[in-house]
Each structure stands twice: as structure tokens, then as C-alpha cells.
């Protein structure tokens, strides 16, 4: 059904990869997130959440490069341990923290001097402006649908992204005691899509601000397009929400194998929370930048 669809739309799409480390360990974790451009001046729209994560990468490393250059300064004696937890407090880090996130914009623009990000006040909604580049390396624009009526319970769309992370071109570099981008491993990651019908429309003080879909949005995917069997944008998927289903088993015995296993069990039903068109059009408008619609 929307073979030719993911063709469309799949030249404007594009994926954020992101490496990322945490406090005292040397795992270099991969990550995706999801882009896609709306016209020719390398202007693309995706989340909210995933352009603050991109705005927060430098502040987190300037963050712990500052932590370093105090934690070399501590006193090799028996308040060694003491005064190094104390300086991990001041800094804010636990084991779980992030202290370096890397990103790479694929077959987006050969190269770029400066981003502007600009953050929607409300929605789960950003726009991304390269600048400083020669060229732009994707081969197509959004399209967006012009009547918003025709987003109805029942109607049948599709979202695109990249919510599997298969790139392997990086390493924790011990020399520099930092992650990196390396030029060997597979520096791709495969797309993917998943379709569902409209459930609900979310409406937030009379206005629809988003389309609620019968499949979750996959890891990955934020940022995508949702769109329709002519590749026609009806929105972009944001999150997924858990909606408790109450058909709640506990200690119920069962036979698993061919063994009796007593097991519980609390299901929810995953559907995706996708921001409306009409919210990206009239954001693009307020920001004078320029866009196509159907």
C-alpha cells in the first residue's frame, strides 16, 4: 500500500546520528533520530525534544571537561575519594550520566559553519537551519496536505524513520580519553516504516494539535513523517503513549514449554502520538520559511 509513498518521501528524509558516552565507562552507545527537509534552503523539521538534545551536546561536554580540569587539581591523599565526590555533586554526575554526545546530520548538506534551531512554545516541534553550505545532498522536499479534513478516524498512514541504529563507524579512543567518529564501519543505518490508521485527534484549548495513530512510534522515529498513500504529509511523529488495556492476569498458572509457570501480566496498548499538520504549517508561516502543500 505505500510502497511508492516511502519512495516519495523517502529522498527528503534523513537521519541525526548520535554517539553517546556516560560517566565512568568507555561504551560508546549508538542512537537515531529523524529529520526531514521542507524546501530547498536546508530547512528541516523534527522534534522539539530531539534539537534540545542536539543544542545540549556541546553544554554537556564543556560541563564535564570543566569537572576534569578540578578533578586533576584534587590532592593525591586520604580525602582523595571525599573531595572527588564532593566535585561530582558540584557537577551534577552519576553513573548514569551523559557526559558526551556526538552527532552526525547524513546526506543532509555537504558541510555547514552554523545551526539555528527554532523550538515551537507549545509542541513537540522544532525546525533546523543549516547554513554555511555549498550544497544540499538531499533530493527532494515535504509536501504537505493542504485540507486537514481529510485526517479521520479509520484513515490509513504510514511514519518513517530510523529507529534501529546499525552504524558502526565510531570508537572509544583511549588516547584522548574522548568518543569519535572513525572512517571505517558502517557509517548508514536502514530506514523504516510502520503504518497504522488514525485513532483520535488531540485537541488542546479547541485547537487540534495532534494525530493520535493505532501503532506506536518506534525509538528512533521521532522526527519523522506521517503521511498518506501519494507520500502527502499529515504530520510527524512525536512519542508514543501506553494506554492501560485492564485485561490484567496476576499469578495466573499457565503451561510455558510444557511446564507449569505461575506468571502476571499488565497490558497496555502502544499508540503513536504524531504533531498535527496544521501545527507544522502555521509554525513554518510564523518563521517565515518557505514550504509546499497539496
Not at 510502497?3 to 560517566?23: C, G, K, M, Q
Not at 538534545?53 to 570543566?66: A, G
Not at 546530520?105 to 543549516?130: G, K, M, W
Request: charged share 25%; aromatic share 10%; net charge neutral.
Amino acid at each position: 500500500m505505500f510502497v511508492e509513498a516511502i519512495e516519495r518521501v523517502d529522498p527528503f528524509v534523513r537521519p541525526i546520528l548520535s554517539i553517546v558516552r556516560r560517566y565512568g565507562s568507555s561504551e560508546v552507545i549508538p542512537a537515531c533520530s529523524t529529520m526531514f527537509f521542507v524546501n530547498e534552503q536546508a530547512c528541516a523539521v523534527t522534534c522539539k525534544h530531539v534539537a534540545e538534545q542536539l543544542i545540549s551536546s556541546d553544554t554537556i561536554h564543556q560541563n564535564y571537561i570543566q569537572f576534569q580540569g578540578e578533578r586533576r587539581s584534587i590532592p593525591r591523599d586520604k580525602n582523595q575519594t571525599r573531595r572527588q565526590e564532593d566535585l561530582e555533586n558540584k557537577y551534577n554526575l552519576r553513573r548514569e550520566s551523559i557526559i558526551r554526545i556526538k552527532n552526525q546530520f547524513v546526506n543532509s548538506v555537504d558541510q555547514f559553519s552554523e545551526i539555528t534551531y527554532h523550538l515551537h512554545p507549545t509542541q513537540d516541534l522544532a525546525v533546523i537551519q543549516f547554513k554555511g553550505y555549498s550544497q544540499i545532498k538531499y533530493n527532494a522536499c515535504a509536501v504537505f496536505l493542504r485540507d486537514s479534513s481529510k485526517i479521520k478516524q479509520g484513515r490509513s498512514l504510514c511514519r518513517l524513520g530510523y529507529p534501529f541504529p546499525e552504524f558502526t563507524n565510531y570508537r572509544f579512543n583511549p588516547d584522548l580519553d574522548d568518543i569519535e567518529w572513525t572512517a571505517d564501519g558502517r557509517s548508514n543505518t536502514p530506514r523504516f516504516p510502520i503504518d497504522g490508521i488514525v485513532t483520535r485527534l488531540r485537541a488542546e484549548n479547541g485547537e487540534i494539535v495532534g494525530v493520535e495513530m493505532s501503532t506506536p512510534g518506534l525509538r528512533g522515529q521521532s522526527g519523522g513523517p506521517l503521511f498518506d498513500t501519494s507520500g502527502i504529509i499529515y504530520g510527524m511523529q512525536s512519542s508514543t503513549r501506553h494506554l492501560h488495556l485492564g485485561f490484567d492476569i496476576e499469578d495466573r498458572d499457565v503451561i510455558v514449554n510444557g511446564r507449569q509457570t505461575r506468571v502476571s501480566n499488565y497490558p497496555f496498548l502502544n499508540v503513536g502520538q504524531c504533531v498535527h499538520v496544521d501545527i507544522i504549517k502555521k509554525f513554518l508561516r510564523d518563521l517565515r520559511i518557505k514550504y509546499y502543500e497539496e
